[in-house]
């Protein structure tokens, strides 16, 4: 009795210790504070030090990043505006992190050293929630201060003369018929004038159009020109006109002169985020109810056809039940965060599992990854939106798992993001590899919220209730609405709608309402999801499922697919003599046949292989480079002799934004670099300023042919007719030839054509591709009627997996049968697999850029 006493106690122990486990007392949320506030030191100091007043710093160079002198990345660089950027985005986290004194040097350098008249053009997003909003929340912080009366006693409201002076110079962008915005402004030129080398756009994000409220709104209320909100109301109202009436939804792009949709697919994602964000937060800050009207009516649609806990997926706006795509971007990683603003928290806390489940695998989010939770494209930039959703839901729960979590973010970042000068984004999260650049918003966000969730008010210089974050983590007073009451004639017309009210409707939130005396509420939650991604699991046999595996019939390639599918294979000859009795102990390892079926591809399903040749001096042909074709544009297989032409780089690169040397491009084939916007979009421009041909070259470092299979580019989702010219794709590595060759020669001529048809190439290879399908069937039950030819077998038994490859006499022909054939030693049962046909490797659309 007294050992069954001892054991239930020392059970019971275990168990409060196993409870406990997660909890942080006060001595370790120091420690981690004193090192978050180490770290920007280290971040902040290494910007100062080596970049200021550059507007970013590259920590790989340990340089600042200064636009026109560094390599033209396209889109990306519409943030730089040459206005000191890092410094601005990050004034009032030197007040939440109480470094007053730092603040109070850095105010002095912005008013000093920053100008907001340069010829540049900038992204009117991009400049609105960091400079102006960085701006606006640091003239909030350093009016507070010089209330108090300790310091900035010499402060004139500097820091708001900026901001309205930047208010002026951006509201040229919204001289458009519609009300929406213009994405690009000039912040000397504006848009129209015909210096501004902008204002032929015709389209922006819903994001870009309706994250400008909040800022413009207070710039208004505190500098009593109503002109700002009343603009950034109206571009709000367009959208919420042009919402998808059946189902509530938004689109992703919109044209800014007719209000149409040009992108109809719909999520919470890049795109649309922070439009969502700003309807809920305009509530809270100005207390106007439309703005919470049309939220609770989007929330409705999103939490309808988007939320498939814990998953977030796009759909198509006007046919919602239709998911439009397989993978996820890490933007999304805010939405938990806005769900605990709106009182949702059960699936923010499913949502949130699923993102830091990911993290546990990856390290950081990827840029993209898949409903598997596989990457989809690997960058990380140091995105702060799940470090966001995690401060929120400390704060709406309480539960301690959730500084474990920002504990995890912390140590991430310095073991993999950490260098001498700085913290650098990740490259891919699967190598590891650092890319030169530490956006603003590291700065003005990340840490902000880092720094939070350690932290007591009682801690902070600043009542941060007080306050409401902008998507950028800058800092506005709730007490905005009535303290600076609204200009005359800026308030939009409430339009009257229906919608099923719930208890979080009008009010706010609070942790008693939402689980009463369940302290556990947000783990039962989480519990269900805690092996999302199989992290951490023990091993369970997955369900039989019907499969297709694409591969190609040349040799061993189908064997290392299957090993890298996790099959492990021995040759029967191996496997007899050597020891099998280790194999007994894995449960789940089946004794099974394959079927397999070999096939010509359908020809429209095939990648044909296209050639860049090198035919001037000195290459006359000699130097050929493998490309991939397009499913758009001119039909190369139909010309033949291909297209012939001197190749120019475009400028920008990227070819996504309006085309500076269209008269070196006319006649000639454009160089452009992938990414930042779709493929369609490049080949119009790069048409319209008079190219014959585009060679897009993967901006990917290292990726060839050799290793990834070739892909079809493919459109933007809308016609593609009106695209006529020749397009290829080179791989990076490939690409570096061609445009070192450029650099070294100047004139350089090459011939666009289907590799079958390159000059001095006499013999044609078909592919043949191999459609591998799987399905259980009794022993012995198709060896009768085995096809004649090779056939392969794998033979995967409870205690063994065997290999066996047979001959079976006559020799192959161009179309051939080859089967595989599956038994269990149980009484397993599978239906027939489906009889599509899959794609080959080299047959799959890309449509990402």
């Given at each position: 009795m007294m050992m069954l006493k001892t054991l239930l106690i020392t059970s019971l122990l275990g168990w409060v210790k196993c409870q406990e486990s997660q909890s942080m007392t006060s001595e370790e949320k120091t420690v981690i504070r004193d090192q978050i506030i180490e770290m920007f030191d280290h971040a902040y100091g290494s910007y100062m030090k080596y970049a200021y007043p550059a507007d970013e710093l590259m920590p790989l160079s340990c340089r600042g990043r200064v636009r026109g002198l560094e390599p033209n990345r396209g889109d990306i660089d519409d943030s730089l505006g040459k206005f000191s950027l890092t410094l601005i985005d990050t004034l009032d986290t030197l007040v939440v992190?109480?470094?007053?004194?730092?603040?109070?040097?850095?105010?002095?350098?912005?008013?000093?050293?920053?100008?907001?008249?340069?010829?540049?053009?900038?992204?009117?997003?991009?400049?609105?929630?960091?400079?102006?909003?960085?701006?606006?929340?640091?003239?909030?912080?350093?009016?507070?201060?010089?209330?108090?009366?300790?310091?900035?006693?010499?402060?004139?409201?500097?820091?708001?003369?900026?901001?309205?002076?930047?208010?002026?110079r951006l509201l040229p962008a919204f001289n458009t018929t519609s009300g929406l915005p213009y994405p690009k402004v000039n912040l000397r030129y504006g848009v129209l004038n015909p210096l501004s080398r902008t204002g032929t756009e015709s389209d922006t994000c819903t994001a870009c159009a309706g994250t400008m409220i909040l800022e413009f709104a207070?710039?208004?209320?505190?500098?009593?020109?109503?002109?700002?909100?009343?603009?950034?109301?109206?571009?709000?109202?367009?959208?919420?006109?042009?919402?998808?009436?059946?189902?509530?939804?938004?689109?992703?792009?919109?044209?800014?002169?007719?209000?149409?949709?040009?992108r109809r697919d719909s999520g919470v994602g890049a795109g649309i985020d922070s439009y969502y964000e700003y309807l809920m937060k305009a509530y809270i800050l100005l207390g106007d109810n439309?703005?919470?009207?049309?939220?609770?009516?989007?929330?409705?649609?999103?939490?309808?056809?988007?939320?498939?806990?814990?998953?977030?997926?796009?759909?198509?706006?006007?046919?919602?039940?239709?998911?439009?795509?397989?993978?996820?971007?890490?933007?999304?990683?805010?939405f938990p965060g806005l769900q605990v603003l709106r009182g949702d928290l059960k699936p923010a806390i499913e949502t949130h599992e699923m993102l830091y489940q990911v993290t546990k695998q990856h390290k950081f989010l990827p840029e993209a990854f898949t409903t598997e939770f596989?990457?989809?494209?690997?960058?990380?930039?140091?995105?702060?939106?799940?470090?966001?959703?995690?401060?929120?839901?400390?704060?709406?729960?309480?539960?301690?798992?959730?500084?474990?979590?920002?504990?995890?973010?912390?140590?991430?970042?310095?073991?993999?993001?950490?260098?001498?000068?700085?913290?650098?984004?990740?490259?891919?999260?699967?190598?590891?590899?650092?890319?030169?650049?530490?956006?603003?918003?590291?700065?003005?966000?990340?840490?902000?919220?880092?720094?939070?969730?350690?932290?007591?008010?009682?801690?902070?210089?600043?009542?941060?209730?007080?306050?409401?974050?902008?998507?950028?983590?800058?800092?506005?007073?709730?007490?905005?609405?009535?303290?600076?009451?609204?200009?005359?004639?800026?308030?939009?017309?409430?339009?009257?709608?229906?919608?099923?009210?719930?208890?979080?409707?009008?009010?706010?939130?609070?942790?008693?309402?939402?689980?009463?005396?369940?302290?556990?509420?947000?783990?039962?939650?989480?519990?269900?999801?805690?092996?999302?991604?199989?992290?951490?699991?023990?091993?369970?046999?997955?369900?039989?499922?019907?499969?297709?595996?694409?591969?190609?019939?040349?040799?061993?390639?189908?064997?290392?697919?299957?090993?890298?599918?996790?099959?492990?294979?021995?040759?029967?000859?191996?496997?007899?003599?050597?020891?099998?009795?280790?194999?007994?102990?894995?449960?789940g390892v089946y004794r099974v046949k394959l079927v397999a079926e070999v096939s010509q591809t359908a020809e429209e399903e095939e990648v044909v292989p296209h050639v860049v040749q090198l035919i001037s001096p000195p290459f006359l042909g000699r130097t050929v480079l493998t490309a991939g074709p397009a499913k758009f544009g001119m039909d190369l297989s139909k010309q033949e002799h291909g297209v012939k032409g001197s190749i120019v780089k475009a400028s920008p690169y990227t070819a996504c934004g309006p085309i500076d040397n269209t008269v070196e491009l006319k006649g000639r084939i454009a160089l452009a670099l992938r990414g930042d916007c779709m493929f369609a979009a490049k080949a119009r421009r790069l048409q319209e300023a008079g190219a014959i041909g585009v060679i897009f070259i993967d901006h990917r470092e290292g990726s060839n042919s050799e290793e990834t299979p070739l892909f079809q580019m493919v459109g933007d989702g809308d016609s593609t007719e009106d695209i006529t010219l020749a397009l290829v794709f080179l791989f990076s590595r490939e690409g570096a030839v061609l445009t070192a060759a450029l650099e070294e020669h100047h004139n350089v001529d090459v011939l666009l054509l289907p590799k079958e048809r390159q000059l001095g190439h006499d013999k044609t290879e078909k592919h043949v591709g191999m459609n591998i399908k799987l399905r259980l069937a009794e022993e012995g039950e198709l060896e009768e009627g085995a096809a004649r030819g090779p056939t392969l077998e794998f033979v995967l038994e409870k205690d063994e997996v065997l290999l066996q490859e047979e001959e079976l006499g006559e020799e192959r022909q161009s179309q051939q049968q080859q089967k595989f054939c599956a038994k269990a030693t149980e009484n397993d049962r599978t239906e027939p697999c489906s009889a599509d046909s899959s794609q080959t490797p080299n047959s799959g659309p890309n449509t990402n850029p």
């Open positions: 992190l109480n470094k007053l004194d730092e603040f109070e040097d850095a105010v002095r350098k912005a008013v000093k050293d920053v100008r907001l008249d340069n010829d540049v053009v900038v992204s009117v997003f991009e400049t609105n929630i960091r400079v102006l909003g960085g701006l606006l929340g640091a003239h909030v912080m350093a009016d507070l201060l010089r209330q108090r009366g300790d310091r900035m006693q010499w402060y004139q409201d500097e820091l708001l003369h900026m901001a309205k002076e930047l208010g002026h207070a710039l208004s209320r505190m500098s009593g020109e109503s002109v700002f909100e009343e603009h950034a109301r109206k571009a709000m109202d367009v959208l919420w006109d042009r919402r998808q009436r059946g189902s509530d939804l938004v689109g992703t792009v919109i044209n800014i002169h007719n209000g149409e949709w040009v439309v703005f919470l009207e049309r939220f609770n009516i989007h929330y409705s649609a999103i939490m309808k056809y988007i939320s498939q806990p814990p998953l977030l997926l796009n759909v198509h706006m006007h046919n919602p039940t239709v998911s439009v795509r397989s993978w996820m971007d890490s933007l999304l990683a805010f596989r990457v989809h494209w690997g960058q990380h930039l140091l995105r702060p939106e799940f470090a966001e959703s995690t401060y929120y839901l400390y704060k709406a729960t309480g539960d301690p798992y959730y500084l474990r979590v920002g504990q995890s973010i912390v140590e991430k970042l310095n073991a993999y993001a950490r260098v001498p000068c700085g913290f650098a984004a990740v490259q891919d999260v699967r190598t590891g590899a650092h890319e030169d650049r530490m956006d603003s918003f590291f700065l003005a966000e990340m840490f902000k919220y880092l720094y939070l969730l350690f932290s007591e008010k009682s801690q902070l210089p600043i009542d941060i209730d007080d306050y409401i974050f902008t998507t950028e983590a800058h800092l506005l007073p709730v007490s905005l609405s009535t303290t600076k009451p609204p200009c005359k004639g800026n308030i939009t017309e409430t339009v009257p709608v229906s919608q099923e009210e719930d208890l979080f409707t009008h009010s706010c939130p609070s942790t008693e309402t939402l689980f009463p005396n369940n302290p556990s509420f947000a783990k039962t939650i989480r519990d269900s999801y805690k092996y999302l991604t199989g992290v951490g699991r023990a091993f369970r046999p997955l369900p039989v499922r019907e499969i297709e595996l694409p591969l190609h019939d040349n040799g061993m390639e189908p064997v290392e697919f299957l090993k890298s599918m996790g099959i492990s294979l021995t040759p029967l000859n191996e496997l007899a003599a050597g020891d099998t009795g280790n194999l007994k102990e894995h449960k």
